[in-house]
DNA sequence: CATATGATGGACT
DNA sequence: GTCCATCATATGG
């Protein structure tokens, strides 16, 4: 055990900080800061014995009733309930066939979440190429594995069953923490058709792992 | 039951 | 850049 933990702190830089969990209240805060500090930390899937790790590289905020491009905007119904739980839970909806993994922010009763958009792959590529080959035989580079928001999902195998989790602490889902600096990047939301004069899509300066530039 | 709607992905030019 | 398959929901007849 104590070996096993030496030669991950030698020889996998991430892995250091597998233990640490960002705790409920690093997401009891507006969405767009915490969509710019989820940038670096480490998404974490548990398959099984399997374990699947990813850097976070890109994510977009989307804040409650007001935000033309949230799932909150027009009120809550059942489709966007989740939106409404507390800070640290998981909320996944389909569009366009693809399941889009987001984490509750603020406080339970207000509305906003930030979507995780893209993903450096960091272990298990080898699941994730597999999973991904399901939907799309002809994958075979790792960016093409978490390279978008629907991408990153089939990768982790993540679907309507894991809404309502707490990615807070270690379960099939969890963020770790991750210290490293680097640039941010912003810009406007994707695909949305009413989006707000704020941008507020952000992704890591130079990361090749990003959906788009 | 029929059809429209996406916080998309993938194939193609 | 363009086009279209995708599929869980919502909404209307």
């Given at each position: 055990?104590?070996?096993?933990?030496?030669?991950?702190?030698?020889?996998?830089?991430?892995?250091?900080?597998?233990?640490?969990?960002?705790?409920?209240?690093?997401?009891?805060?507006?969405?767009?800061?915490?969509?710019?500090?989820?940038?670096?930390?480490?998404?974490?899937?548990?398959?099984?014995?399997?374990?699947?790790?990813?850097?976070?590289?890109?994510?977009?905020?989307?804040?409650g009733m007001e935000d033309p491009a949230s799932r909150a905007y027009g009120g809550k119904k059942n489709l966007n309930a989740?939106?409404?739980?507390?800070?640290?839970?998981?909320?996944?909806?389909?569009?366009?066939?693809?399941?889009?993994?987001?984490?509750?922010?603020?406080?339970?009763?207000?509305?906003?979440?930030?979507?995780?958009?893209?993903?450096?792959?960091?272990?298990?590529?080898?699941?994730?190429?597999?999973?991904?080959?399901?939907?799309?035989?002809?994958?075979?580079?790792d960016k093409e594995l978490c390279s978008g928001p629907g991408k990153l999902t089939q990768a982790l195998a993540i679907n309507?069953?894991?809404?309502?989790?707490?990615?807070?602490?270690?379960?099939?889902?969890?963020?770790?923490?991750?210290?490293?600096?680097?640039?941010?990047?912003?810009?406007?939301?994707?695909?949305?058709?009413?989006?707000?004069p704020e941008k507020l899509r952000f992704y890591i300066k130079g990361n090749s792992y990003i959906s788009k530039k």
């Amino acid at each position: 055990m104590f070996f096993l933990g030496i030669n991950k702190y030698l020889f996998n830089s991430i892995s250091i900080f597998e233990d640490m969990v960002l705790r409920r209240e690093f997401y009891a805060r507006s969405s767009k800061r915490v969509a710019i500090d989820l940038l670096g930390k480490v998404l974490v899937r548990k398959v099984g014995n399997k374990i699947l790790r990813g850097k976070i590289v890109e994510t977009e905020a989307y804040f409650g009733m007001e935000d033309p491009a949230s799932r909150a905007y027009g009120g809550k119904k059942n489709l966007n309930a989740p939106m409404w739980d507390k800070e640290g839970t998981s909320f996944v909806y389909m569009v366009h066939g693809n399941w889009l993994f987001n984490v509750i922010t603020e406080r339970e009763g207000k509305p906003s979440a930030v979507l995780i958009r893209a993903l450096e792959p960091v272990d298990g590529k080898g699941i994730m190429l597999k999973n991904r080959k399901k939907k799309n035989p002809n994958i075979f580079k790792d960016k093409e594995l978490c390279s978008g928001p629907g991408k990153l999902t089939q990768a982790l195998a993540i679907n309507q069953s894991h809404t309502g989790l707490n990615v807070n602490k270690k379960g099939d889902i969890y963020i770790e923490d991750n210290k490293e600096r680097f640039e941010v990047v912003r810009g406007h939301r994707i695909g949305v058709s009413k989006d707000l004069p704020e941008k507020l899509r952000f992704y890591i300066k130079g990361n090749s792992y990003i959906s788009k530039k």
